[in-house]
């Protein structure tokens, strides 16, 4: 069998050569753990803060604002969770979407046990959230409304200067924004919100990394017990390799996204049109949706089928996420479409720069096939 074809970016992509290089310089070049006050512990520390300060000046934020993680699951935990215990004066009340990340979602559960109040905006016919819906549903009592920028299933990217406008006329209210699959392929101004999630794996860096950016007047409650870090609220040994290789998938990022955007247009302008050709494909993705993210449904198969179906022909897609049953529809296209049935027979293609227009061309003739095929 040929080598299977990549088509599920979103989900991850491959490190870059120069990220992994990176990372293999600077681990060997570390020995003492940054937190010690011997000369070797103070050598770590001084690369760490250099990669700090060069990541801050990069993202246009402060080096006391960036936490980094374990990936951006652990980012999305923390800011909620963190957020919540930090701001119960103000109140238990917490708006988010039904287009997030199971990180926000099951977070959010875990907090709706604690008693916490949990309100879901409605969306627009394009998947935005409904503004004047939320307006209605910040209350002074609201502690935090959590968003993605980019949902990962349909790819709509979300009207967040608005949406921050409106959170921030009540004084107390917290902003948190899912940058994670925002990276790379639309623009994110570091100061959309309170706090703001993404991780590196996303865009050619290594897995296991995330960062939280939480702005100076946030308060938080750190999440893990255990001593200081780099920063107050993540405790354990700081990895400064880790952090280099972060930046260096930063710096790449900026270096090529405008590039990259292109490229990604175009295997989205093709796919889109090619595949609507098909009988029985809808396209669930809104047009304003991210050119990297392709939510389809092919009729009379569910998402899951047609995935199965797809990787034997050697073509990687994926289905709403992991976490949930494939008998459940997705969330975000139910809430995009509003029909169950489409729901349920969707899948997600996701492109990314390294995607060349054959691989797009026999994704598509795949897809022919599977749909002959009834
Ligand atoms: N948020 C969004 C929008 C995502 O798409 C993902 C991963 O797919 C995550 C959070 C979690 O990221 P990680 O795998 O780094 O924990």
């Known amino acids: 069998m040929n080598k299977p074809v990549y088509f599920d970016y979103c989900a991850n992509t491959p490190v870059d050569p120069s990220v992994l290089d990176t990372y293999v310089k600077t681990a060997s070049q570390c020995i003492g753990n940054a937190n010690s006050v011997h000369s070797m512990g103070r050598a770590s520390k001084a690369i760490m803060d250099d990669v700090l300060a060069k990541m801050a000046d990069l993202l246009h934020v402060k080096p006391d604002e960036i936490i980094l993680t374990s990936g951006a699951t652990e980012a999305n935990n923390l800011a909620l969770k963190g957020i919540a215990a930090a701001t119960r004066h103000v109140g238990k009340h917490i708006v988010s979407t039904s287009l997030e990340h199971s990180s926000v979602s099951a977070s959010l559960s875990m907090l709706q046990q604690e008693g916490y109040e949990i309100d879901l ?30 949902d990962s299933e349909a790819g709509v990217i979300q009207p967040v200067n608005e949406i921050r406008k409106i959170v921030h006329s009540h004084p107390h209210t917290l902003l ?54 780099t920063t107050l609220y993540r405790s354990g040994t700081p990895d400064p390799a880790m952090a ?26 093709y796919l889109r049109q090619e595949l609507t050709k098909i009988a ?20 009379g198969r569910k998402g899951f089928e047609t995935q199965k179906a797809l990787d034997e022909k050697g073509y990687c ?17 139910m809430a995009i479409t509003r029909d169950r049935r489409r729901a349920l027979e969707s899948f997600r293609i996701s492109v990314s720069p390294l995607t060349t227009l054959e691989q797009c ?10 749909s002959e095929d009834k």
């Not at 004047?132 to 409304?145: I, N, S």
């Not at 948190?176 to 794996?201: R, W």
């Not at 029985?280 to 009729?299: D, E, R």
């Not at 709403?320 to 296209?333: F, G």
Request: charged share 15%.
């Open 176 to 229: 948190h924004v899912d940058a994670t699959q925002a990276m790379g392929k639309t623009p994110v101004d570091f100061d959309c919100g309170d706090t703001i999630s993404f991780a590196p794996h996303k865009f050619f860096g290594l897995n296991g990394c995330g960062v939280l950016i939480k702005h100076e007047h946030v308060p938080l409650v750190p999440q893990n017990s255990g001593g200081a870090s």
């Open 121 to 150: 905006c409605p969306l627009s016919g394009d998947g935005t959230i409904d503004l004047e819906e939320l307006e209605d549903l910040v209350r002074d009592d609201t502690c935090l409304v959590s968003i993605s920028l980019v």
């Open 280 to 299: 029985g494909v809808k396209i669930n993705s809104p047009a304003a949706a991210v050119p990297q993210i392709l939510n389809l449904s092919l009729s």
């Open 317 to 333: 897609v994926s289905v709403k996420s992991a976490c949930t049953s494939d008998y459940l529809p997705s969330h975000a296209v």
């Open 361 to 370: 061309e026999g994704l598509v003739q795949a897809v022919r096939e599977i």
């Open 244 to 269: 280099a290789a972060c930046l260096c998938a930063l710096e790449n990022l900026y270096a090529h996204q405008n590039q990259w955007q292109q490229h990604c247009a175009k295997c989205n302008a």
